[in-house]
Nanobody, 121 residues
Framework: QVQLVESGGGLVQAGGSLRLSCAAS????????MGWYRQAPGKQRELVAV???????NYLESVKGRFTISRDNAKNTVYLQMNSLNVEDTAVYYC???????????????WGQGTQVTVSS
């Protein structure tokens, strides 16, 4: 089993910044993609940003230019630097990782427990 532990959420004023971290542990053979999703009250979960093992990134249109996703493959950790936050960014942010555990034949797709990000006006 692969576990994901998130940290870095909190309360920030509009225009401020936060940095989220997510560390994966367990019987990891390789991690292909790592990403961040978010879910606001009454809304569906949406992909915020994703990064592949090769460093390719993809972002939700509304966060482009404000958020930056990065990963440290040696530490199996993914980060989300969030700048110029606005109230619409308020949500629970979830880390996600997909790859193989134990061997190149056992796929995994794991989620973190979620971390609250609240942006006040």
């Amino acid at each position: 089993q692969v576990q994901l532990v998130e940290s870095g959420g909190g309360l920030v004023q509009a225009g401020g910044s936060l940095r989220l971290s997510c560390a994966a542990s367990g019987s990891i053979f390789t991690i292909n993609s790592m990403g961040w999703y978010r879910q606001a009250p009454g809304k569906q979960r949406e992909l915020v940003a994703v990064v592949t093992s090769g460093g390719r990134t993809n972002y939700l249109e509304s966060v482009k230019g404000r958020f930056t996703i990065s990963r440290d493959n040696a530490k199996n950790t993914v980060y989300l630097q969030m700048n110029s936050l606005n109230v619409e960014d308020t949500a629970v942010y979830y880390c996600n990782a997909g790859g193989y555990k134990g061997s190149p034949y056992n796929r995994f797709d794991s989620w973190g427990q979620g971390t609250q990000v609240t942006v006040s006006s």
